[in-house]
């Protein structure tokens, strides 16, 4: 058990690394991850029923000391990245199955990453963790009205069928998790150790069957795309950080927003493009899983020897998360 604990350890630590590296060698090497396609929804939801496994108590507990802050964490991370998504989605004109994969990313709530990175930064992790369960929780309704508000210009959408997809793939996952833990807390107990093993599993087989089955896709609008996904991305951090700026959050909690709003749930993203849209439409959700794990880190690593800077800081701090 020990050695799976090590492993596991390493594996979330290196998260950023491992999801650069399989990206490349699904574009490298198409045939070997293309059949993982079909199986996006479940990998999705494995990483979803990890969730479930380790939610407590512990992580609501911003809700009811700081309310405030988690709203309008969620509040920012629901309206900031749609809106960003559509602005550069119309904005810049682009084709409308890549315009509909930008929406998609960034009607998505929040990565689970996002907590890694608010605790690598010394941010407020309790908050981040709480704006990312909240709005993981909400998703099921919130997505799809917001796809289907900002994704219509471009292509048809189904507020139906994307929400029972949404609820397959994450909700009920999360609550045969929590119900799991509830019966087997000692096994759980156990085993919760190896689940950011299961999650970076997850997220790179995602992301390898997306760009290995995109592949002539990416060599003709890749440029594009990433230039599109790095805006989003440093769109969504400059807001967050803004936002709980003026509405004046301490500095560990505007980090966390900041962090939180700029990092999404990519795939989610991925997964409802390929099961209701195109494998194209899927291509900036993958992108966006690569790029927000190195500028996260990039992010987190400044933040935090700033901080050490400014030792005088009370920034709150919390245990890093294992999902």
Known sequence: MEWIKKISGFAGQTFGLWVIVFAVLGFSFPGLFSWISSYITIFLGIIMFGMGLTL?????????RKPWHVVIGVFAQFTIMPL???????????????AVGVVLVGCCPGGTASNVMTFLAKGNTALSIAVTTISTLLAPVLTPVLIMLFAKEWLPVSFGSLF??????????????????LFFKKQVAQAVYALPLVSVIGIVAIVSAV????????LQSGLLIFSVVILHNGVGYLLGYLTAKLFRMDYASQKAIAIEVGIQNSGLGAAIATAHFSP???VPSAIFSVWHNLSGSILATYWSKKKEKN???????????LS
């Open 84 to 98: 960003a998504a559509f602005g550069l989605a119309f904005g810049l004109h682009l084709p409308a199955e890549i």
């Open 311 to 321: 030792s005088a800081g009370k920034d709150e701090t919390a245990k890093i998360p």
């Open 280 to 282: 194209l439409s899927a």
């Open 164 to 181: 029972v997809s949404i609820i397959q793939a994450v909700l009920l996952p999360i609550v045969l998790g929590v119900i799991v833990k």
């Open 56 to 64: 407590q108590a512990d992580d609501f507990k911003e809700l009811f």
């Open 211 to 218: 760009v290995s089955g995109n592949r002539e896709h990416l």
